[in-house]
């Protein structure tokens, strides 16, 4: 499966990485990318293991918010 987030408040590289490293940490998520410019970040994932919900969580632990 694959899901677009929302995420706002990016602002450098180093949220990039944050945000990629916090998603890649779920058990099911297989590729992360993040557009730093557009604040979209591509996530392709296996649903028999992790959900939206749960990635949007982890983003929003490490301080951004995601718009649905």
Do not use: P
């Amino acid at each position: 499966m694959q899901t677009t987030l929302d995420v706002r408040g990016m602002t450098c590289g180093h949220c990039e990485s944050s945000v990629k490293n916090a998603l890649e940490s779920l058990e099911g998520v297989q590729g992360v990318e993040v557009n730093l410019g557009t604040g979209r970040v591509d996530v392709t994932y296996d649903e028999a293991y992790v959900t939206i919900k749960q990635m949007r969580e982890a983003v929003e632990e490490q301080g951004y918010d995601v718009v649905a």
